[in-house]
């Protein structure tokens, strides 16, 4: 991590290491007869993905995995036996513990890239914030371009024309194609409004799959499968899907 190296490349590589995070925590805190040497291994899978995910500084990454973490702890504590008095305490004593390294440490902390590269998440809520670290008012133009080309081809989308109906501003400096950093406006210019209806109702049927196993059958796979969707719909508003990158 010497010079600001981030773990990992620009492509698509998050979903496998959250999938592979949500099945092997799932697992841990659900499968009852899990043996001893299937609990290290997936004490070593969590390890590994949350290694990952951490040190990849993908804001859009960490959004799946604060997801997942806490789609499971929720079912967990609702469902499994638990001493929530313990953990609630454990949670209260470990963010004292952040915060005051945070303020003992000040400025030497928050000039680090990878909490700098953190706290460039502002710029979500604030336009006006400004970083050496990056912000994301590119990400946002891309998004504002995309929601003006899918309001003036709404019924076809774009690419029965090719990419010559896609229009620029914002982003026309950096940005061609037909990327806009949403999968959702992304399914909408390539496949049209039909497209788009069909892309939302998978997500929807995967997660009523999701909820019917897990629910009704008492199968720890069905949260696995309502995890993971979650995590995807989550990241879909910031980053492409596969079958829109």
């Known amino acids: 991590f010497i010079g600001g190296i981030r773990v990992g490349a620009e492509d698509d590589f998050a979903d ?15 499968g009852i007869d899990e043996s001893r040497k299937w609990k290290i291994f ?21 959004s799946e995995f604060v997801v997942a973490v806490g789609v499971i702890l929720f079912f967990h504590l609702r469902f499994n036996a ?12 470990l963010s004292v513990a952040i915060m005051g390294s945070i303020l003992l440490l000040g400025n030497k902390l928050t000039h680090n890239y990878y909490i700098g590269r953190f706290l460039t998440s502002v710029s979500l809520l604030d336009s006006g914030y400004t970083s ?48 806009v950093h949403n999968a959702y406006l992304g399914a909408w210019l390539q496949y049209g409004l039909l497209g788009f209806i069909l892309f939302i109702l998978l997500y929807i049927k995967s997660l009523k ?24 719909m989550v990241k879909n508003i910031v980053w492409p899907t596969a079958i829109t990158n």
């Open 16 to 30: 496998f290491f959250i999938l592979l995070f949500v099945i092997a925590f799932t697992r841990l805190l659900f």
């Open 42 to 62: 997936h004490i070593l899978g969590i390890i590994t993905s949350s290694f990952t995910a951490i040190f990849s500084f993908r804001r859009y990454f960490w």
């Open 82 to 93: 638990v001493n929530v008095s313990k953990k609630i305490v454990l949670i209260c004593l």
């Open 132 to 179: 050496k670290y990056g912000t994301d008012s590119g990400h946002a133009d891309e998004i504002s371009d995309g929601w003006y080309n899918v309001k003036n081809n709404w019924m076809l989308g774009i690419t029965p024309f090719g990419d010559e109906k896609m229009r620029r501003f914002k982003s026309a400096a950096w940005q061609k194609g037909l990327f």
């Open 209 to 232: 799959l999701g909820y019917f196993a897990f629910f009704k059958l008492k199968n720890y796979l069905g949260l696995i499968l309502l995890t993971f969707i979650l995590c995807q």
